[in-house]
């Protein structure tokens, strides 16, 4: 079984970023470039970024000119984060279940799978109100998810990978609610083999555009992609929203 906050000890263990800071690096930076053009906004716009880890994309948006937070729960994370921290960069640990800064960002991020992980919905929901909350209102806000549908068709139940000098075996299930990943690590000279088990809700485009709702966020474009192609729920490998604030 998963631990009560799993997240909490795997973010903030040194393998996280083992196993998945350098994977699809080129692939994220890439997107993160197609998704400002796409929006263009307006140099020097506030920008949010939600589970920022260690602000690696926080710092290419504050790169291309705009003025971003990141926030993450992960105090390991942030303290790394806090080494690039500038005049248009800044980092804080925080819990997004939390109230954050009131109408003040123009755009918010949540990158990559970065939410999903609590263990009820009332926390979810308290999760989307501090983003909704941070912004301003006509602000907008961008969740990239994994689309339930593909994952639950397209479910590699054993993977195992040699990252740096660690070798990982992973082992992934789901229910009719979650899906689950189990990761254990070996690295030599060890006898200890830590294990963490990650564990991300099977949300789908209607229950999010619900969810958003609530909020006061209007789902404005959906994309299926990185490149930003066209959403078909059976075959995309994502799931992008992009929402307006109403009020």
């Not at 006509?138 to 040699?162: C, K, M, Q, R």
């Not at 963490?196 to 485009?205: G, H, N, W």
Request: glycine fraction near 4%; charged fraction near 20%.
């Amino acid at each position: 079984m998963a631990a009560k906050e799993w997240y909490k000890d795997w973010f903030s263990s040194p393998y996280y970023e083992v196993l998945y800071y350098k994977r699809n690096e080129a692939e994220a930076a890439a997107f993160i470039e197609r998704l400002v053009n796409h929006l263009q906004p307006a140099s020097g716009s506030l920008m949010l970024d939600v589970a920022c880890g260690k602000g690696r994309h926080s710092r290419e948006l504050a790169e291309m000119g705009f003025d971003v937070t990141g926030i993450d729960i992960a105090v390991p994370a942030i303290s790394e984060a806090l080494k690039y921290q500038a005049e248009n960069l800044h980092f804080f640990v925080h819990d997004m279940r939390l109230p954050f800064y009131i109408n003040y960002f123009k755009y918010a991020f949540n990158f990559f799978t970065s939410f999903g992980y609590f263990n009820t919905q009332r926390e979810h929901d308290n999760a989307l109100r501090t983003i909704a909350q941070s912004l301003e209102t006509g602000g907008i806000f961008v969740i990239d998810y994994l689309n339930a549908s593909y994952v639950t068709t397209h479910l590699i139940p054993t993977e195992n990978a040699a990252v740096e000098d660690a070798f990982f075996t992973i082992k992934r299930w789901q229910t009719k609610e979650h899906f689950f990943k189990e990761i254990k690590i070996a690295v030599p000279g060890t006898e200890t083999m830590p294990v963490y088990t990650e564990k991300v809700a099977k949300f789908s485009l209607l229950q999010l555009t619900e969810m958003l709702s609530k909020q006061h966020l209007k789902v404005q474009e959906v994309f299926g992609n990185y490149q930003l192609g066209q959403y078909d729920e059976p075959n995309s490998p994502r799931l992008i929203i992009i929402a307006k604030k109403m009020k």
